[in-house]
């Protein structure tokens, strides 16, 4: 499966941004997704995660009340609403799949994850 991000770009302070992952060669309907985001000069970091259906989400505590996982699986699509954007949600925006359910829990750490996008840029200006 291949993961393709879309949808970044410069967004003033504020303002509001959905990426997108879309996936080929394979599906995303049965597999759990997360996204991830790697600012300048720090490690990736778990953003948000969501079942194969939707049913559970889980959001990290920075972009919690902010942040919307959801998933549209006939287009084979994940996306990430983003809301309330500060400077500091500035990063590389990565979504991920995982191939096999290993806990009940949702991934949230990158070696839960099996497949990778390349990353999408957001930059939130001030």
């Known amino acids: 499966v291949q993961l393709i991000e879309s949808g970044g770009g410069l967004v003033q302070a504020g303002g509001s941004l959905r990426v997108s992952c879309a996936a080929s060669?394979?599906?995303?309907?049965?597999?759990?997704m997360g996204w991830f985001r790697q600012a300048p000069g720090k490690e990736r970091e778990f953003v948000a995660a969501?079942?194969?259906?939707?049913?559970?989400?889980y959001y990290a505590d920075s972009v919690k009340g902010r942040f919307t996982i959801s998933r549209d699986n006939a287009e084979n699509t994940v996306y990430l609403q983003m809301n309330s954007l500060s400077v500091e949600d500035t990063a590389v925006y990565y979504c991920?799949?995982?191939?096999?359910?290993?806990?009940?829990?949702?991934?949230?750490?990158?070696?839960?994850?099996?497949?990778w996008g390349q990353g999408t840029q957001v930059t939130v200006s001030s």
């Open positions: 060669g394979g599906t995303l309907s049965r597999l759990r």
């Open positions: 969501i079942t194969w259906s939707g049913d559970r989400t």
């Open positions: 991920a799949a995982e191939a096999k359910m290993r806990t009940w829990s949702l991934p949230v750490r990158e070696d839960g994850y099996d497949y």
